[in-house]
């Protein structure tokens, strides 16, 4: 079975933005080029921080990432690259545009999966989010990536502006022949955070709400043959709650050098890892790795400090709920 992200206790990713540049304007974007920087990295640099990674876990997963990666001239020669170097799986993360002509210069021997990302089941709900025009752009990608024989993955960010539509997913996914769906939930980060109109419509769902749908689409569309992944969110009291910065090893690398191990982080700098001259060397204390060993009541203490919207006031007793991780998440196989 075709391996790539994953999202589990103990896996290793590598998550690696080479350029942060990109065509789209999504509404949701979590890109902060001045926490990112705006650099295109160039082909040597990208297999040297291959190297460091590929030397630090075998067999992780590599997921190209941007802005939009396959804007880079050079990606294919990326993947080339981590194929050589032993990676446990390639995916490549698009918005379906496709640049460069990517589906003619890798195979589906070198690419485990092209992710596409699309946030509605039609062009009216999707177009608002992710640019006018992107649903039959992405679903055009899809349609092209399926007929060389790659595999697909496709990813739903939910948000209060795209929840409802959830449920509409599972038919077009069947249609469209995706081999594996994540619904994964937005994260409240990104130049956009600044824009209150776009907190309060982008703003995340609440638990009755998440509870309601998501499972339940989860499971329609893994009936329908689709191994579908999708983040828990809220955990009972009693449930036990664990951080990936402590149980898996990710790394979201971006170019201007910076590596963090947890998404929420990314726009402070916070870091844990920079690479610097090629070389991959611990940031100075204190950094995202002091708060992971941080037990509350709330679970995720990013969640705590970063986007508490969500989270129930633990002030006058014991919370209701607690917010899980955000990079561990459950799957239901077909
Ligand atoms: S496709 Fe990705 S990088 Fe580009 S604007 Fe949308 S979220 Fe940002
Ligand atoms: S999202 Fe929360 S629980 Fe997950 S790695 Fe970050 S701090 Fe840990």
Redesign the pocket.
Known sequence: MRKTVAFSSRSANVFFHILTR?N???R????NPEQHGSRTLDIDTIEKWLALFAERHAQANVIFL???PTMHPELAQAVRSARSLAYGSVTIDT?GYLFHDILDRVTPKEVDFFSF?LDGPNPSVNDPL?GKGSFEKCTAGIAAAKARGFAISLIYTVSQANIDHLSAMPPLLESLGIDRFFIQVIGVRGQWRADAEKCETLAQVDRKTWVAVVPDVAERAARRGIPTIFPRVFLDPGEPFECAGKVADNYFIFPNGRVYRCPLCEDYPMHSLEIRDNRLVETPRINETDLFPLTIPEGCVMNRIIQPRNLPAADDGPPPFKIACCMLKEEIAP
């Open positions: 990109c789209l304007h999504c949701h974007c979590y890109i941007g802005g939009e918005n990302s992710r």
